[in-house]
């Protein structure tokens, strides 16, 4: 189970880009998180992912609170997670080809022995013929590149999927052939999936489940938003 409990996260503590907001994912169920662009849900979905530690509530992994993360969370934590971001670009090293772009999380977590293999296995399962893998990311269109950051979140097996605008940038097809291969990889393992989006067709489509960002937090969206109490002048 992955539960956020009244969490409050953001950039400065002053003015939280998310407060006081809670959401629960059971195994292998699939969560659209639905909210206006900028409310803060790649912030929830980043704290849920152990990518940004919150200033405030807690995050439970199967029952278990969560005290680090980043870099200092404990590895088998770090790796139940797969991470799919909106912008491919921004999430792969320019200078790999996408093989090494997919095998990445096996030579930082020691299984060198299992890439080949791995990613041939992977290449296939998000549609990457064997020509592309030897190109770096500027020689691949958005839809490739997400393909290879898709088949790199699921090498290591996560027993969590977070996808973060994941078919944003990307054409009809492609978003139906990557949400498709998130599905199968579900049914075949059990995976949980939080899906952050402002699709609202799509996600209601994808998922069990679909909740909007006013029903996870206490505080409103956009504009209505509190500001911080500043000092008044003397
Ligand atoms: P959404 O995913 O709903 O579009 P985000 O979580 O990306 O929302 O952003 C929430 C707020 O936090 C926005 O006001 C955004 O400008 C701000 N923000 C996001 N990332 C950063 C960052 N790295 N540094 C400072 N502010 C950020």
New binding site residues.
Partial sequence: MLELRAITA???RRAP??RDASLTVAPGEAVGLL????????????VAALLHRPDAGTLLLDGTPVRRWRHRAPREKRTAFGVVFQQPRLSADPRLRLTDLIAEPLRATGRREAVPERVAELAGTVGLTPDLLTRRPHEVSDGQLQRACLARALVLRPRWLIC??MTAMLDASTTAALVAVVEDYRASTGAGLLA?G?DQTLLHRWCDRTVH?DTVTSAPTGAARPQPKRMSRP
């Fill in positions: 953001g950039y400065d880009a998310v909210g206006p662009s900028g409310c803060g849900k790649s912030t929830l979905a980043r973060d605008e952050v402002h960002w």
